[in-house]
């Protein structure tokens, strides 16, 4: 496991490099599953084992096959000059690319907490934070009050507005990334509302999940990519 | 001028809900105001209704659908999911005007036009659920009969090509929601507008697929059938396997004869408007708008796990 866990850090640290692979003679590429950089059980109690194995194996699996089964359709059908099918596909390239792209996120949003998981944050975004939100309990509070009201599935994020250089909270339904609600937003954390994303331990209680979730919250992801976005 | 008319049409609606005032033209809710007495709710000791509807409980034991849908998903979804919607929807419109209204009225009211009032989703989810749970019975799934079956085979082919549609529509919502068979006979409250009776071809059986609480009601479709595709639904039986809740939940669970009773009542419904718009023709409206309905010619190559 610790050679599974030093491989699968390796790969998450250069994901932007190796997700994706050149299908050459067709210039498509195709994104495959990041591994974890831990293990799945390492996040307990906060989050399950099992709720991580299904959670990664299974449903943000399915987004990236059917990813890249929506653009290799898009490819054939920007090759075949039919207009009509390439919009068609938009709907399920939005949704499966978005569920790659947040879930890549979600699990580098994470850490056990003997790797620093709910660890507040220093530095910049610790004292961006206290500006914004007056601490960190009270972003904390604000994004989980947002994560129990969401109707249905989503998520919660809190991002950087480039352009405004400011630190929002903000939600998306399904799997729309933090991006469709801005141009400049560039997501630090996101929580999964999903019900997949913590029914098998809290069932109906997702207000339970939001509170126990920040115990595997790696900051210090957040603060890497704040600080290399406002520069 | 699009705001006069939005205004008027509320108030319009409004106005007709209240049975001592039902005087307008708005058949479509009077009809509904016939319906009421299918909603349970509580009659307080002064004679004062409150805002009190009732968790209903399926029309069968908890444990009666396994090992289709185990007692634990009925626990859950039964005893938490639904009775939150219940109570959070009582505390929600109690005292307000909604307060005293059907379920079916709070839904249409709450709604407000794409304009969602807070009470809006309790109340469309609680709609939703009693309606799932009689969707649904032991033994049920094979074929339906009668004139449902004459008109699944009209409008979808075969019953086959219907089983496909509809396990298709509901694998590829893309998040929580519902998926339905409806009848669509619908009129549309649109004002400023003619608003024709429907036409022989328009009356048909669609599915359609609605995002989290949305219903069909809304546009004023029948409901027939539902499957709920809210992971809560089926999470703790089939975990990401929707596919197979779907399977399941067509081949051995629903209520076929529940559905037949539904279209009935829906056809009779259409029957009785068609009657009295002969009487008061000059009075409607047209409608020049869309419904935003998600039909099952929309439906996307992938399934969603």
Redesign the interface.
């Known amino acids: 496991m610790a050679i599974r866990s030093l491989a699968s850090r390796k790969t998450l640290a250069s994901l932007k490099e190796t997700s994706s692979k050149f299908l050459g003679f067709r210039g498509i590429q195709t994104f495959t599953l990041p591994d974890l950089p831990y293990d799945y059980s390492a996040l307990e109690p906060a989050i399950s084992g099992e709720i991580m194995q299904?959670h990664h194996q299974?449903?943000h699996q399915?987004y990236v096959t059917?990813y890249n089964?929506?653009l290799e359709?898009l490819d054939q059908a920007v090759n075949k000059g039919d207009a009509s099918t390439v919009v068609?596909?938009q709907?399920?390239i939005k949704?499966?690319g978005g569920g790659h792209v947040n879930h890549s996120i979600f699990w580098k949003n994470l850490a056990p907490v003997n790797q620093g998981g709910g660890e507040p944050p220093k530095g910049a975004l610790g004292g961006a934070i206290d500006a914004h939100f007056g601490s960190l309990e009270g972003l904390v509070k604000k994004m989980s009050a947002e994560g129990a009201a969401l109707?249905?599935?989503?998520w919660v994020w809190l991002g950087l507005d480039k352009e405004l250089k400011k630190l929002v909270v903000d939600t998306t339904?399904?799997?729309d990334p933090l991006v469709t609600k801005g141009g400049s937003l560039v997501p630090l954390v996101g929580l999964d509302v999903?019900?997949?994303a913590y029914?098998?331990q809290y069932?109906?209680v997702r207000p339970e999940y939001l509170k126990n979730v920040w115990k595997v919250i790696n900051w210090k992801y957040a603060s890497e990519i704040y600080d290399t976005e406002s520069k | 001028m699009m705001t006069v008319a939005v205004t008027a049409t509320s108030s319009s609606l409004l106005c007709s809900l209240l049975p001592s005032q039902v005087t307008g033209p708005n058949r479509r809710m009077q009809w509904k105001l016939k319906e009421k007495r299918r909603f349970s709710r509580k009659v307080a000791v002064s004679g004062v209704i409150t805002a009190g509807f009732e968790l209903k409980p399926p029309p069968y034991p908890l444990d009666a659908l396994e090992p289709h849908m185990s007692r634990e998903t009925l626990d859950?979804h039964w005893g938490?999911?639904h009775k939150?919607y219940v109570e959070n929807l009582n505390k929600q419109i109690v005292g307000t005007d909604l307060d005293g209204l059907s379920l079916e009225e709070v839904v249409l009211l709450s709604y407000n036009k794409g304009n969602m009032l807070p009470a809006f989703?309790n109340a469309a989810q609680a709609w939703n659920h009693e309606f799932f749970w009689e969707s649904i019975k032991p033994g049920g799934g094979g074929k339906p009969a009668g004139e449902l079956l004459r008109l699944v085979v009209r409008d979808f082919g075969s019953f086959e090509d219907f089983l496909e549609k509809f396990k298709s529509a509901a694998a590829s919502q893309?998040?929580?929601?519902w998926t339905w068979l409806a009848y669509k006979a619908n009129r549309l409250d649109v004002a400023n507008a003619v608003n024709p009776l429907p036409k022989e071809e328009d009356k048909k059986l669609v599915i359609v697929k609605t995002?989290?609480?949305v219903n069909p009601l809304l546009w004023d479709y029948s409901p027939l059938l539902t499957i709920d595709t809210?992971?809560?639904a089926y999470?703790?039986d089939f975990?990401?396997r929707r596919a197979d809740y779907i399977n399941t939940y067509m081949d051995k669970l629903v209520s076929w004869e529940t559905v037949s009773t539904r279209l009935e009542s829906a056809m009779a419904r259409s029957t009785q408007r068609e009657q009295e718009g002969t009487e008061t023709e000059d009075e409607e409206n047209p409608d020049d708008e869309e419904p935003e309905v998600y039909l099952d010619s929309d439906i996307?190559?992938?399934?969603?796990?």
């Open positions: 299904i299974k449903h399915a059917n089964n929506a359709q068609k596909l709907s399920a949704f499966n109707q249905g599935s989503g339904a399904n799997q999903w019900e997949h029914y098998l069932k109906n | 859950y938490k999911h939150t989703n893309f998040g929580s929601g995002p989290n609480a809210w992971e809560h999470y703790l975990e990401n996307v190559v992938s399934e969603v796990d």
